[in-house]
């Protein structure tokens, strides 16, 4: 990498070193806290070099924006020319996230293997039940072997596990090829437990209360300018040099800012500018627990300009109605009645109580102007099922049926909907949290945390896996061979007619919250959402039920066994229990 200048921010340090294998050369100051080789002094290197900072003596550390940590977060960085690519997508023009389907994968997980080139294997998979964007779940570097990848350290890196940067560059490139975009989940409120060395450096860190999972950084403080660079940087490294459409951006919620210009309005007026400057669509979705509209409004209406945000209360909506569970943050869901709000109005809790939170919480969606598409929804995400006491999904609770009933009330609904891997065929292997921190007082702390997690949902702590055994992570791993058993099979096909239901019906890509609407029966168990003049009949009851329907043709129906319309009356179909029927 001859353009490597080997530069670092310190504004504390009274002397940095660079370390080229056995060389320690010297930096200089700036006066705006970096450090540099000065440029008569910048030796020729070869393409790749490992390399690392001495601070005031300590070190050598990792440079804190490495995009290359071969031997581990507490190694020597190895320089990586991001630019030695040869793209293959110049056809590729992006994708809105309008209309679009998201698919959430865990690299690690998602084949045997564990990398991006087993991964892109399977992109004709996604095609087949219309998938538009692959959602990554982080790869930045961390300690260990295997991780959720919300312990990322080196925020640049991207985790030689999975293949490194050129492999990470190389399945984009195969993803744009099908016509599937990227999002890179990324992580800006806190650092991992082990490899952090960013405080060694400079105030990264804020000395304000952290957040549930550490420290905060330093958004708003003394030198908070550097910090914020830092992260806008590397949210412009994905979306630039490793062609990324989109990131979703970690728990903002824990983002401690009290500037003017908050961070998240900062960093969309910059993606909007990268946007123009290379003429694709580049989408910035929040995971946000304040049910706040205005982290989507347009900047141009005194929002912060983000594209879309999660909405939990879909999920808790759905889990509830056909789960039946009730515990912890569930209770509030439990009447039909939640899964209908939720439905025509995007929040269950917009200005309601909660009684989780003992509080009022959340705020009215203006339905009149804010689109539906802007609310990502889901019936399973990494989440809420990998922060279960077990791991378990779905399809360990629920039949055949029911797992249909999540699928077309999530990618039926009015909302973008997010599939997560294996949910397309009823995958039942479990999703648990999984860590491999080498250092043991590490791994017990991690463990005892998950227990003390899990009081207020009522799960036996007697249940939970050891997150640093083993075999926690191989029992996360998918298992491709459940496609051919002929049940998970015929849930694949019901997925693959949904997708084909959206590309051919309007109906259902439609963002007016004024073409939805819900009827619904609580005592009989069964409701009808209309999207437009298209309706989709549910039965989430044990036993049949009699819907009202006054015509349209049946285009895709699915039951639990056998037949989903029994009979067909002049005002009603009959409906088999734990089934679905659309009618156009």
């Known amino acids: ?217 330093n958004l708003d403080g003394p030198h908070s300018d550097p910090v914020r660079r830092y992260i806008l940087d590397n949210a412009l490294m994905w979306l630039g040099d490793y062609h990324v459409d989109g990131l979703r951006l970690d728990a903002v919620h824990a983002l401690r800012d009290s500037s003017a210009t908050h961070l998240l309005e900062q960093l969309s007026v910059e993606v909007a500018a990268l946007s123009a400057e290379t003429g694709r669509p580049l989408t910035l979705i929040a995971e946000s627990d304040l049910n706040d509209p205005r982290l989507i409004t347009p900047r141009e209406a005194n929002g912060y300009g983000l594209d879309a945000q999660w909405s939990d209360d879909f999920h808790h909506a759905v889990h509830v109605a056909l789960t039946g569970e009730t515990s912890g943050y569930y209770a509030d869901f439990e009447p039909l009645d939640a899964l209908a709000k939720v439905l025509t109005h995007g929040f269950f809790h917009d200005g309601t109580y909660s009684s989780f939170r003992e509080r009022t919480h959340g705020r009215r969606i203006d339905r009149e102007r804010m689109p539906t598409w802007r609310l990502v929804v889901a019936s399973q995400n990494h989440d809420q099922i990998g922060n279960r006491a077990v791991g378990d999904r779905l399809s360990a609770q629920l039949d055949v049926g029911q797992l249909a009933i999540a699928a077309a009330l999530t990618l039926l609904g009015p909302y973008t909907p997010m599939l997560f891997m294996g949910e397309e065929w009823g995958a039942t292997t479990p999703w648990q949290f999984f860590t491999s921190h080498p250092e043991p007082e590490l791994g017990t702390a991690t463990a005892t945390g998950r227990i003390s997690e899990f009081a207020r949902m009522g799960w036996n702590p007697a249940l939970v896996p050891d997150p640093q055994d083993p075999a926690t992570f191989e029992r996360s791993k998918l298992n491709w061979n459940e496609l051919a058993e002929p049940e998970h099979a015929r849930l694949l096909e019901f997925y693959r007619a949904l997708a084909a239901l959206r590309r051919t019906h309007p109906d259902i890509t439609d963002p007016r919250f004024d073409q939805i609407a819900v009827e619904l029966d609580a005592a009989e168990g069964w409701l009808r959402l209309h999207r437009g003049r298209t309706k989709i009949l549910i039965n989430l009851g044990e036993r049949s039920a009699h819907i009202p329907a006054s015509g349209g043709e049946v285009v895709l129906s699915f039951a639990a066994a056998g037949d989903a319309v029994q009979d067909r009356l002049p005002n009603a179909l009959q409906l088999a229990p734990h089934s679905v029927v659309v009618l156009a």
């Open 1 to 217: 990498m001859n353009d490597q200048r080997f530069e670092v921010w310190a504004p504390d340090a009274q002397t940095v070193q660079l370390v080229l294998g056995t060389r320690r050369l010297e930096l200089t100051a700036r006066d705006d806290g970096w450090w540099e080789l000065p440029a008569s002094a910048r030796p020729a290197v070869r393409a790749e070099i490992d390399y690392g900072f001495i601070v005031d003596g300590r070190g050598p550390y990792a440079d804190p924006r490495s995009r290359r940590q071969p031997a581990g977060v507490h190694a020597p960085s190895r320089s990586f020319d991001a630019s030695a690519h040869v793209w293959q997508d110049a056809d590729w023009t992006g994708r809105q996230l309008a209309g679009a389907v998201i698919y959430e994968l865990h690299v690690g997980t998602f084949t045997p293997e564990g990398t991006f080139g087993t991964a892109a294997s399977r992109l004709d998979h996604l095609q087949s039940i219309g998938v538009d964007f692959v959602e990554l779940l982080p790869v930045n570097a961390f300690n260990g072997t295997h991780n959720w990848g919300y312990d990322g350290v080196l925020w640049y890196a991207v985790h030689e596990g999975y293949g490194g940067p050129a492999a990470y560059q190389a399945f984009v490139d195969a993803c744009h090829q099908r016509g599937i975009g990227v999002i890179q989940d990324v992580v800006y409120n806190h650092l991992g437990p082990s490899g952090n060395y960013l405080p060694q450096f400079g105030p990264y860190l804020s000395e304000a209360a952290g957040n549930t999972w550490g420290s905060s950084l």
